[in-house]
């Protein structure tokens, strides 16, 4: 019996080290699954870029209220600290609205520390709730580089007195992308553009190109999730199953012509 030890010692170590590749192997594979699976969700998280805030007076948030249906409010689509960057000359805007009976809605752009109006208009609101959007017309001025803007959006529910009007507001200011970023964007097609921009915090171009997505691949499972992905990476969770309407009839604009 003694010397069949060394012989089953040997087949044991054997047996074991023939055993550690197999195992590493399948080590492998679920790292690299689960990383693969790490990538793809950050691919769609959007990353805000690391600067200032917007001054504090910054909303978001829906004051007045008496027109509104209980429980709902008007929803800006941007980011926790309410400032979207954006490359764009005439980006777009996105809100979500509840279904109201009141079908008019007033944008507002202020500049110079909100004493000069840079962009006024009127909107007739659709007939169910959903998400809207509006992209600055390009018969208005250009949006400065390096220059922030301060908007709002306005339920007009009594044109007489404007404090039962429910609005949100939020801030934008348009910035230039890197060469690299902007060599990396003329290389992309629409699938790579979402993440793109969502990674370098461009928030309007970044929400923009998914909505673009979602209405050319509406039956797209992955364009599905991304889209959720993106939302809840923001804490919008709750509106990322509301439907994208077409929005919205401009009425009476009026703009500043100096910058």
């Keep these: 019996m003694k010397l069949l030890q060394p012989s089953l010692y040997l087949a044991t170590l ?21 990383q693969t699976i790490k990538t793809w969700q950050i691919s769609q998280t959007f990353k805000p870029p690391k600067r200032g805030n917007p001054p504090a007076s910054a909303g978001g948030s829906t004051r007045g209220s008496s027109c509104l249906p209980r429980n709902k409010a008007i929803t800006p689509l941007i980011p926790a600290n309410k400032l ?24 507002l752009i202020l500049t110079n520390k909100d004493q000069a109006v840079f962009y006024e208009t009127s909107l007739t609101l659709p007939n169910k709730p959903g998400i809207i959007s509006l992209t600055l017309p390009k018969n208005t001025p250009p949006l400065a580089v390096g220059k922030t803007y301060h908007w709002y959006l306005t339920i007009v529910c009594d044109a007489e007195d404007s404090s ?31 993440t793109i921009y969502a990674e370098a915090g461009i928030w309007h171009e970044a929400l923009t190109s998914l909505v673009q997505l979602r209405r050319t691949e509406p039956n797209n499972i992955k364009v599905r999730l991304d889209w959720r992905q993106f939302f809840k990476s923001v804490g919008l969770s709750a509106i990322a199953s509301e439907p994208l309407l077409d929005c919205c009839t401009f009425e009476n604009s009026s703009l500043q012509k100096m910058r």
């Design 14 to 34: 054997s047996l074991s080290l023939a055993l550690v590749p197999l195992s590493a192997v399948t080590a492998q594979v679920d790292s690299h699954s689960s």
């Design 164 to 194: 039962e009007n429910p609005s949100v507001d939020g801030w934008v200011e348009r910035t230039q992308p890197e060469l690299s970023l902007s060599q990396a964007l003329k290389k992309a097609d629409l699938q790579k553009l979402p």
């Design 84 to 107: 979207g960057l954006t490359f764009a000359q005439y980006p777009t805007f996105f809100w979500y609205v509840p279904r109201i009976t009141v079908k008019t809605a007033k944008f």
